[in-house]
């Protein structure tokens, strides 16, 4: 068990993010349900409400609470106890972070902040909406600070020893993600908010959205990340199996910082203002994160092979079979990478800009982010917490939640096949995304799409009462269970993989080529948004 | 001696590469569904 004061802190963010979670999937099933036209929403509650609610309290509130939480657990495992300052600054991000999400939410329900997850300029909601993320961004920046803190001392103490892997990996995280909110900060301090009090009149789209994508491609991975940590350093532990390269794992963490910043142009292919040279420059830059990504496949692959033999495994695949398929701690986050397979392929048909024209704005990017992040990292993290949340509450995870976690984690990919397959399906026949029920005046092509959109609300029914099914689970491992002593798994490296160079601890190397690639990638673009900016745009507020 | 403690590297290096066919077989295989998927709507693009 970690120090008692380590495992509050992390129950704290893990509580926040479940709420999130809840209230958001409660979103997401009314959408499905009115983007069918199966119910029209009562109490003037808009679709587009609906929407911002759900994307903001699931994509940015649940993931970076959930990310933060599982982050100090691990530290506090891999490391020792958190150092005073560290945990202090820790809980100081918490509370910034939580009076962030408790203010965006009540603007939201106000029907005053109704911008989308992405928050696209024109759209405007209230000045308070903007001065919330501030205070989630700056929170999580709090974290990142003391997580980089516990680092430094522990590497004091220890004169400069390896760190260990998973902390190493959540240090990698945090920089990624300070990095890139610094693009969110920026659009939100220098533009939004003057611009929602009405300090000035009009605000430039395509910077606006520049910085927002600067930031919102290295979020996936900033999700993905922790996904990929449990991956490496858990899953080898619980199926009996051990980490396949400890360099190789750190590498994958380097490349992936330096190739998933420098990228946002491939979410504006369809962008006026932007030279068609510098995206295909930042989509090459983009294409090279398949790199890591194989690596991540191939190693967890071996892994899996490596462990399978040792337990007499015959044939080419028998390996396969000898998985702990009926251990949940290991089953959600296997069907998570196995989802990612296909998620991965949808992604690099995204950053091809001649296929992005195929389905640009349209439910096959809304399937495709499913299967990602609320699918990958979802069902990963749903995973963790089976054994995080006992772990962490002095409590056990008992048979009857481990069969019901495999229940659960089926109904999420069932719910999920019907939903984002109907997504995918229906949007390469060009339906668009962010659109509340139409017929488009009873239109052939149109009315194509009614039972896709069909399927879409079969599947968010059953993902609704699979978070209900989670939410239970949940709730009896933290207040329920047995009282008892769980294993955090943390696997241990082959003893044949190669000695970790030194070199991947270098962060001045590693963030000063990060800078290096940003810097290349955005300078003269943006220098040209600025040279030619359009006249700029008032707000709107449509709903 | 140094010779012989070469070779007995040289095999264990042999069968640890033999073990992983199948993660190889299997990379392949993630490989081979991203360019087919790749294609496919490569073909509805130029189709339209």
Redesign the interface.
Same mark, same amino acid.
Do not use: C, D, M, N
């Given at each position: 068990m970690i120090d008692k004061r380590d495992a509050k802190l992390s129950l704290g963010f893990l509580s926040v993010s479940f709420i999130a979670l809840f209230i958001g999937a409660i979103a997401g099933l009314l959408q499905t349900l009115v983007r069918s036209g199966t119910i029209e929403l009562p109490l003037h509650i808009g679709y587009y409400q609906l929407l911002t609610a759900h994307g903001v309290l699931l994509a940015l509130i649940f993931t970076t609470f959930f990310i933060v939480g599982f982050l100090y657990a691990g530290i506090s495992k891999t490391m020792g106890a958190l150092y005073d300052v560290p945990r202090r600054t820790a809980w100081l991000g918490f509370a910034m972070m939580t009076f962030g999400t408790i203010l965006a939410t009540i603007f939201i329900l106000l029907n005053k902040a109704t911008v989308l997850y992405t928050f696209y300029a024109p759209l405007q909601a209230s000045p308070w909406f903007y001065v919330a993320l501030v205070h989630v961004v700056v929170g999580s920046w709090l974290c990142a600070f003391s997580m980089w803190n516990q680092y430094y001392i522990w590497k004091r103490r220890t004169k400069n020893k390896l760190s260990p892997l998973f902390s190493y990996m959540a240090v990698m995280t945090m920089a990624l993600w300070f990095i890139a909110t610094l693009g969110v900060a920026a659009t939100v301090i220098l533009q939004f908010i003057p611009w929602s009090i009405g300090w000035v009149d009009k605000i430039d789209i395509l910077i606006s959205r520049t910085l927002f994508w600067y930031f919102g491609h290295p979020l996936v991975y900033f999700w993905l990340l922790p996904a990929y940590m449990c991956w490496y350093v858990v899953i080898p532990k619980i199926i009996g199996g051990k980490i396949f390269s400890d360099a190789l794992a750190r590498l994958s963490f380097v490349l992936f910082l330096l190739f998933s910043i420098p990228v946002g142009f491939h979410h504006q292919l369809l962008e006026p203002g932007i030279s068609h040279s510098w995206k295909f420059f930042q989509v090459v830059l983009t294409f090279m994160v398949?790199v890591p990504s194989?690596m991540t496949? #191939?190693s967890m #692959?071996?892994v899996?092979?490596?462990a399978g /033999?040792k337990k007499g495994a015959k044939g $080419? #695949?028998g !390996?396969?079979k000898v998985l702990p398929w009926k251990d949940v701690r290991f089953f959600a986050p296997m069907m998570g990478m196995l989802i990612f397979?296909?998620a991965?392929?949808?992604g690099?048909?995204n950053a091809?800009h001649?296929?992005n024209?195929?389905?640009h704005n349209t439910l096959w990017v809304t399937g495709h982010f499913h299967l990602t992040v609320a699918s990958t990292v979802a069902l990963t993290f749903f995973g963790i917490a089976y054994w995080l949340v006992p772990y962490l509450s002095g409590r056990t995870l008992t048979p009857q939640m481990n069969k019901l976690g495999i229940i659960q984690t089926i109904m999420w990919t069932v719910g999920m096949a019907f939903m984002s397959g109907a997504m995918h399906l229906v949007g390469?026949f060009g339906a668009p995304r962010r659109t509340a029920y139409t017929t488009y005046s009873d239109h052939p092509q149109a009315m194509d799409w009614v039972p896709y959109q069909a399927a879409m609300a079969i599947g968010g029914t059953i993902l609704f009462i699979a978070i209900l099914l989670l939410m239970y689970i949940i709730g009896y491992l933290a207040f329920k269970a047995p009282k008892g002593e769980m294993d955090f798994p943390v696997g241990e490296v082959e003893e044949?993989a190669a000695a970790t160079p030194v070199i991947l601890e270098n962060w001045k190397l590693w963030v000063g080529i990060c800078a290096a690639l940003i810097l290349i990638a955005y300078t003269i673009p943006f220098w040209h948004m600025i040279e030619h900016g359009p006249p700029g745009s008032t707000g709107y507020k449509f709903w | 001696m140094p010779q012989l403690q070469r070779k007995t590297n040289e095999k264990?290096k042999v069968k640890?590469e033999k073990?992983?066919?199948?993660?190889l077989?299997?990379?392949m295989g993630?490989?081979l569904?991203?360019v087919l998927? !790749?294609a496919a709507?490569?073909l $509805?693009?130029l189709s /339209?």
């Open positions: 398949i194989l496949a #191939f #692959f071996a899996f092979e490596t /033999r $080419l #695949f !390996w396969f397979v296909p991965g392929a949808g690099i048909i091809s001649q296929l024209q195929v389905i390469l044949e | 264990v640890k073990e992983l066919l199948g993660t077989l299997s990379v993630v490989g569904f991203v998927s !790749w709507v490569y $509805l693009y /339209r």
